[in-house]
């Protein structure tokens, strides 16, 4: 339930453009969970790009998996009211890689709330990967 996850929670955003390293994903989620091992993943369920990355890996990985749709009566507001509410599960961590504004805006709640972060910059994809 994204109301009452059961477990610690790792919120993880992304962009949905030009990601193709599934492999950097992976092994960043890997890293997460090898420090919470009874982790819940929380992503900004994005159908493709690191959020199809990430849901393919909580698959793999049976951890349970919460996705945050945006609500299109929020409008352009949506995707920033997400994000809060993302962070109001009060996450043990956060996986942020680059995208645009919104993962700029999470990134920055994130720092606010002092929860621990790593970010994933698009350069650090391997381009053998590609």
Known sequence: DAHNPQ??????SGGAECWFDDRLIWEKLDE???RNPMMVLATTAQDKGCDAMAAAWAASRKVTLITFRLSAKLGKRAGF???EQMVGLRPVEALVCEGS?????????V????IPARFVRLSDQEWEAQ
């Open 81 to 83: 009211v997400r994000n």
């Open 32 to 34: 997460a969970k090898s």
């Open 111 to 114: 720092r606010e709330k002092r």
């Open 101 to 109: 504004g919104l993962q700029s805006h999470l990134a920055r709640l």
């Open 7 to 12: 477990g610690p929670v790792v919120i993880f």
